[in-house]
C-alpha cells in the first residue's frame, strides 16, 4: 500500500511539469498581451517595453518557462495585471470555488445515487422509463441554458432566490448555482447507479443472501447497494476535479466569484500567471482526488489489493 | 417495495428541503438606505490616476477625485474646479493658479505641489504609468520618458512651482487647448500618501473628491461612501455607492431585473429589444463620445496608392449605415457624418454633414466609384476585426453583405476575425494589414483635436492606418497655435475636410452609452464619456 501511494506521488511530478508546460504554451501562443492593455489607443513603446521586460514577456519561451517555475518552487505565482498577485487572488477564490463544489457534490450524491436506486429496483416500470427520460433531458441540455433558465424562473420570475451569490457566498446562496453545476452529473450518478443496481441484483450473492432469509432492507443496503457503488464513487471522486474547472459557466452566470471567475478574466486578458496558476492547482486536485478514489476502491471491495 | 416506497418519500422530502433553503436565500438583496449598487468590471490596471485607462477604473477616479477642471457631464465643456484661473499669452507657457480650501480626504490640503507631483509620477519612464503620453506636450518629456533606454531626469523641466497655490507649465510646443484636457484622469493631484506608502495606497486609494472608499475587495466590491468633508460645489446627494464586479452583462441585466441591483451602465446586445419594455423610461440611451470607423491601411499601395480614394469613397457609399445601426444595433448606434461626435456640440466642433455624400448609402454612385478607383485590389476584400469581445461580427458581416449587393456578387468582402484583442492591435501596430479594419476611438477629453490630431496627424501615436497628409498637418498646427478657441476650431474643422476628400478612415457611426436603474433611482444620467453621473443620483 505505502509503495503503491509512493509511486502514484512520483508518476505525478512529470504529469504536473507536462501540463503547466502545455498550459504555459497555449496562452503564450494567444500573443502579446500588453498591447490590449492600452485599449484602442497604440502603446506607447517605451512604456511597453518597460512592462514587457516586468512580466519576462521579452525572453524567449523557454526562460520564461524556467522563471515561472522557479518562481513557483519559491511560493511566488506572480503577479497579475491589476497589480494583485496570484497567490492572493487564490485566496479568494478557492475557497468560494470548493464550498460551491461541495454543494453540488453533496447534492449529486444524494438525489444521484436515491433516484438511481429507485429506478434500479423497479427496473422497466414507468418510473424507471420516466427517471430515464428525465436524466436524458438533462444530460442533453447545456449548463449555460439551465443555468440561465433556472436563474430566470427562481430569481426573477418567482422571486425565491437571489440571481447572483453575494462576495461572501454563503451556503444558502450557494444552492441553486450548486443544482445547476451538479444537473448533468447528477443524470451520470442516477444512470450509473441504476445500471450498476440492476445488473448486480441478478448476481449470485444477492440470491444466496435473500436465499439465506435475510430483510429485504439488510439485502439491499449490506450486500447489493455497497458493491454496486463502486463504479458510482470513481465517477464522484474524478468528478471534483471537472465540477472545479467546470465551474467557470456557472460562476459567470450567476457572479460567482472563484476559480472560473479568475481563468475567465485570466484568459481574456491573456494573463498567463493567473491562468497557469490556477490551472496548476487544479491539476494537482484531480490528481489527487484521483490517487484517493484509487484508495478508497481497497475500502469498499476487499478483492482489491494494492502491491 | 417497501424500500422503494421510503426512497420516495425521502426524495420528495430532499426536494422540498432544496426549494424551502433557495427561499432562504433571497437576502443580500439592495439595502434600504441611500446606498446605490451598480454594476462595476473589475479595473485592469491598479487604481491609480496615470494608470487608469479604461471606462471601470474610470468610474472611481470619476468618484474619488477632482482635479484642475472636470468636464460638464450634460455639455462636456470643461470647466475650473480646483483651478481658479490658468493664464497663457503665447499657448504654450501657462500660469496655472490653484483655489484655496481643497482637502484630500486624509485633511492634507491640496496645493501646487500635489499636482506637480502627480504629474512628474505620471510621467516617469520607470513608473510604468499607461497614460505616460498624456504629458508628452510639457517640456522635457522626453527626459523623463525616452523613446529608448533610461530617463536622464526625474521630473519634467516644464513644471515649476511658485507658491502654494500657483504653478507654471511650459509646453514643447503651441497648444492652445492644452487646459482644456485637464479634466483627464491622468492630470489629478496625489496626497503625499501616494508617495510615501504606495503599497497601502493602492489598496485604498485617497483622492479629493466627493466619495470616499470604505472598503475595497479586489475582484469583487468596492464600497464609496459620501465624503462629508467634500467642500466643492457637487456634493453627493446619495449615502454612498457599491459598486459590484460583474463579468457578464447578462447576469447583472438579471439582477436589476430582480430588483438586486439598482444600476446597470451595459445592457447587453440580446436584451436591447426587449429593454424598453422591461424598464420603460428607466432606460437611458444616449450619445456617447465614442466613433467606429473601418480604417484602411494606407501604406499599403492596394489601399492607399495614387487614385485610390474614389475607392476609399465608393466603399462608403457602399455601407447602408440607417438599415444597420437600426437593425442591429436597434438604435444604440447613430449614422456618422463626420470624424467627431456629437456630444462636442456645434460650439466645440461637431458638424453634421462634414463627410457628405461620401457617408450616404448610393449603391449606383459606390458602384461606379469603386470601379473608378480601380476596383477592390484583386476583386476581393476582407474586413479585419477582433472576435474575443464586443459583438463584432454581427455589424462586420452586415457591412460586407451591404457592400456585396452594392456589387452585385457574393463573395467580394468576407470578414476577417483575429483571435485576441492584443493579437489584432499587434497586427495593427506592426503594419500587417492588408485590407480594411474595425478601429473604435473613445475620446479622453470633448475636444475636436482629440479626434482628429491622435488619429490623422503624421506618425501620430494612435494613427493605425499610417495616413499622412502635409495639408492636413499644416492646419491641425495653425490650429493649436490659435489664442482663440473659437478659431482653433474652425481650423480644426477645415483640416477634417481633408479627410472627407482623402476618406482614410470611414465613419461608421456614433456609439451611445445605455444604461437601466431600478424604480428606487432618479435623476440618473450618463456624462459624454458614458459613464453615470455618479453624485447626481438621488435615492427615494
Request: glycine share 10%; hydrophobic share 40%.
Amino acid at each position: 500500500m505505502g509503495r503503491y501511494v509512493i509511486r502514484r506521488l512520483l508518476q505525478m511530478i512529470p504529469v504536473f511539469i507536462g501540463s503547466t508546460f502545455l498550459i504555459f504554451f497555449m496562452v503564450y501562443a494567444l500573443g502579446d498581451p500588453v498591447a490590449a492593455l492600452f485599449g484602442d489607443r497604440a502603446p506607447d513603446p517605451a512604456t511597453a517595453a518597460r512592462i514587457r521586460a516586468d512580466l519576462y514577456l521579452d525572453q524567449p519561451l523557454y526562460k520564461q518557462y524556467l522563471h515561472y517555475m522557479g518562481q513557483i518552487f519559491q511560493g511566488n505565482f506572480g503577479t497579475a495585471f491589476n497589480g494583485q498577485s496570484v497567490t492572493e487572488l487564490m485566496k479568494d477564490a478557492f475557497p468560494v470555488t470548493v464550498r460551491l463544489t461541495l454543494v453540488a457534490i453533496v447534492i449529486e450524491m444524494i438525489v444521484g445515487i436515491v433516484l438511481g436506486v429507485f429506478s434500479g429496483l423497479r427496473r422497466g416500470r414507468s418510473v424507471d422509463t420516466s427517471v430515464l427520460l428525465l436524466t436524458l433531458i438533462v444530460v442533453s441540455i447545456p449548463t449555460f441554458v439551465s443555468g440561465y433558465v433556472l436563474q430566470f424562473l427562481f430569481g426573477v420570475q418567482w422571486g425565491w432566490a437571489a440571481p447572483t451569490v453575494s462576495p461572501e457566498a454563503p451556503l444558502n446562496e450557494l444552492l441553486l448555482p450548486g443544482l445547476v453545476l451538479a444537473l448533468v452529473s447528477l443524470a451520470y450518478v442516477t444512470r450509473l447507479t441504476r445500471t450498476s443496481l440492476a445488473e448486480n441484483a441478478r448476481a449470485d450473492y444477492v440470491r444466496t443472501a435473500v436465499a439465506k432469509g435475510l430483510p429485504r432492507r439488510r439485502v439491499i443496503t449490506r450486500h447489493l447497494l455497497r458493491n454496486s457503488l463502486i463504479p458510482v464513487v470513481t465517477f464522484i471522486g474524478t468528478d471534483i476535479g471537472a465540477l472545479m474547472g467546470g465551474a467557470i459557466v456557472t460562476e459567470r452566470i450567476f457572479n460567482i466569484h472563484g476559480v472560473g471567475f479568475q481563468l475567465y478574466q485570466g484568459i481574456l486578458r491573456q494573463n498567463s500567471p493567473t491562468v497557469v496558476g490556477f490551472v496548476t492547482i487544479l491539476v494537482l486536485v484531480f490528481l489527487i482526488a484521483n490517487l484517493l478514489v484509487d484508495l478508497l476502491y481497497a475500502v469498499l471491495d476487499p478483492r482489491i489489493r494494492y502491491a | 417495495m417497501r424500500g422503494a416506497t421510503r426512497a420516495k418519500w425521502a426524495v420528495c422530502a430532499i426536494a422540498v428541503a432544496l426549494a424551502a433553503a433557495a427561499c432562504g436565500g433571497g437576502g443580500g438583496g439592495t439595502e434600504s438606505s441611500g446606498v446605490v449598487s451598480a454594476s462595476w468590471g473589475d479595473p485592469q490596471n491598479p487604481l491609480e490616476p496615470a494608470n487608469t485607462n479604461e471606462v471601470q477604473g474610470g468610474k472611481v477616479m470619476e468618484m474619488l477625485f477632482r482635479g484642475l477642471k472636470r468636464y460638464n457631464p450634460k455639455t462636456g465643456a470643461a470647466e475650473n474646479v480646483i483651478a481658479d484661473r490658468i493664464e497663457t499669452k503665447d499657448s504654450q507657457h501657462f500660469t496655472v493658479t490653484l483655489k484655496g480650501g481643497w482637502n484630500f480626504s486624509n485633511g492634507q490640503p491640496v496645493t501646487a505641489k500635489s499636482f506637480v507631483d502627480a504629474w512628474n509620477y505620471g510621467a516617469l519612464l520607470t513608473n510604468k504609468q499607461k497614460n505616460a503620453s498624456f504629458f508628452q506636450y510639457i517640456d522635457g518629456f522626453d527626459k523623463v520618458h525616452p523613446a529608448s533606454g533610461t530617463p536622464t531626469a526625474k521630473t519634467l523641466s516644464g513644471l515649476a512651482v511658485k507658491d502654494d497655490k500657483t504653478f507654471t507649465v511650459t509646453l514643447n510646443q503651441k497648444f492652445s487647448s492644452w487646459p482644456d484636457t485637464l479634466g483627464y484622469a491622468a492630470f489629478m493631484p496625489l496626497p503625499k500618501a501616494f508617495f510615501t506608502d504606495h503599497a497601502a495606497y493602492l489598496k485604498k486609494p485617497i483622492g479629493d473628491g466627493p466619495y470616499t472608499i470604505e472598503s475595497y475587495t479586489k475582484g469583487s466590491v468596492m464600497k464609496m461612501r459620501k465624503w462629508d468633508g467634500y467642500k466643492g460645489p457637487d456634493a453627493a446627494r446619495n449615502d454612498g455607492i457599491d459598486l459590484r464586479v460583474y463579468t457578464d452583462n447578462n447576469t447583472s441585466y438579471t439582477d436589476l431585473q430582480a430588483g438586486n441591483l439598482d444600476l446597470v451602465d451595459d445592457i447587453p446586445a440580446a436584451q436591447l429589444k426587449n429593454v424598453k419594455r422591461d424598464l420603460g423610461n428607466r432606460y437611458i440611451n444616449q450619445p456617447a463620445g465614442i466613433i467606429q470607423t473601418l480604417t484602411f491601411p494606407m501604406y499599403d499601395n492596394n489601399w492607399g496608392g495614387t487614385g485610390k480614394a474614389k475607392l476609399r469613397q465608393g466603399i462608403s457609399m457602399a455601407i447602408n449605415r440607417d438599415q444597420i445601426t437600426k437593425e442591429i444595433f436597434q438604435k444604440t448606434r447613430t449614422p456618422a457624418t463626420d470624424w467627431t461626435s456629437p456630444v462636442l456640440g456645434e460650439k466645440g466642433g461637431y458638424q453634421a454633414g462634414v463627410c457628405g455624400a461620401a457617408c450616404e448609402y448610393d449603391p449606383k454612385e459606390a458602384k461606379k466609384l469603386i470601379q473608378e478607383g480601380g476596383g477592390l485590389p484583386g476583386g476581393k476584400m476582407a474586413l479585419a476585426y477582433n472576435a474575443d469581445t464586443g459583438s463584432h461580427k454581427d455589424w462586420i458581416d452586415a457591412i460586407c453583405n451591404s457592400i456585396n449587393n452594392t456589387l452585385g456578387t457574393d463573395s467580394a468582402c468576407v470578414g476577417a476575425p483575429v483571435g485576441t484583442f492584443a493579437d489584432f492591435r499587434n497586427k495593427i501596430a506592426a503594419k500587417q494589414m492588408t485590407g480594411p479594419f474595425r478601429a473604435g476611438w473613445q475620446m479622453d477629453y470633448p475636444l475636436i483635436q482629440n479626434f482628429l490630431q491622435p488619429l490623422y496627424y503624421t506618425n501620430a501615436a494612435s494613427n493605425d492606418g499610417k495616413f499622412s497628409n502635409a495639408e492636413f498637418d499644416r492646419l491641425v498646427n495653425e490650429a493649436n497655435a490659435q489664442t482663440s478657441t473659437h478659431e482653433g476650431v474652425a481650423k480644426f474643422q477645415e483640416a477634417e475636410k481633408i479627410l472627407a476628400q482623402q476618406m482614410p478612415a470611414i465613419p461608421l457611426w456614433y456609439q451611445n452609452g445605455s444604461a437601466g436603474y431600478s424604480p428606487r433611482l432618479s435623476n440618473v444620467a450618463l456624462n459624454p464619456f458614458s459613464v453615470p453621473v455618479f453624485n447626481e443620483i438621488k435615492v427615494q
